[in-house]
């Protein structure tokens, strides 16, 4: 438990992938929109270079916003996987994020 309170958070800047497992992910551009006192956001994400999964992510956030994140949920796992040390999916470790502003 002390690994996975004292490992920093990992924070993925836009162009950057995080791995884990089997599968990559990041943020690869990001457009924005004012829209009145918000500001329409869209993320580029993909999966690593070559592969064909592309998608876009758009929400919207107050036009003061400084900084906003995506961050994923896990689904349900097997206990014994909240074990591992320093892992993403280990108890107590906070979740990685990926940067969109």
């Known amino acids: 438990m002390l690994v996975s309170l004292i490992t920093p958070r990992t924070i993925v800047s836009v162009g950057d992938s995080y791995c884990w497992d089997l599968w990559c992910v990041g943020v690869q551009q990001v457009n924005a929109t004012a829209q009145g006192a918000?500001?329409?956001?869209?993320a580029d994400v993909t999966v690593n270079p070559g592969e064909s999964v592309e998608a876009s992510l758009s929400f919207v956030a107050p036009a003061n916003a400084g900084k906003l994140y995506l961050m994923g949920k896990e689904g349900v796992m097997m206990p014994w996987l909240y074990m591992g040390f320093g892992s993403d999916v280990s108890l107590f470790h906070r979740r990685t994020l990926l940067r969109v502003l």
Request: glycine fraction near 0%; aromatic fraction near 20%; charge should be neutral.
């Open 38 to 42: 918000n500001t329409l956001y869209t």
